[in-house]
């Protein structure tokens, strides 16, 4: 069964940063395109960043640009997302999501159209 589980939320000061984890099962992340969403309280979900299978690829929303850095370790099965400079309206719950599969060395990178969802991890930026 192909699963997504999100973790490294939690608690942090604005100014502060966080590394979230996006560990897949049941599949081989080399062939998958893996993007991060997050969902506000009371607003939709929105596309945050997206690494194609490759690597070669990135993109990000322009709220989180500069700050924010997506990684691929495919050996460990597992994307990042390093968020830095965090602020209060980062706060959401995030999600991972994959999309594929496609060639090792495709440079697709998707923001939408995912085929596989992770259940979530709470991050909260506040003092």
């Known amino acids: 069964q192909l699963q997504l589980a999100e973790s490294g939320g939690g608690l942090v000061q604005p100014g502060g940063s966080l590394r979230l984890s996006c560990a897949a099962s049941g599949f081989r992340t080399d062939y998958y395109a893996i993007a991060w969403f997050r969902q506000a309280p009371g607003k939709e979900r929105e596309g945050v960043s997206c690494?194609?299978?490759?690597?070669?690829?990135?993109n990000y929303a322009d709220s989180v640009k500069g700050r924010f850095v997506i990684s691929r370790d495919n050996a460990k099965n597992t994307v990042y997302l390093q968020m830095n400079s965090l602020k209060p309206e980062d706060t959401g719950v995030y999600y991972c999501?994959?999309?594929?599969?496609?060639?090792?060395?495709?440079?697709?990178?998707?923001?939408?159209?995912?085929?596989?969802w992770g259940e979530g991890t709470l991050v909260t930026v506040s003092s």
């Open positions: 999501a994959a999309s594929g599969p496609y060639d090792s060395g495709s440079y697709y990178c998707p923001l939408y159209g995912m085929d596989y």
């Open positions: 690494i194609s299978t490759s690597g070669g690829s990135t």
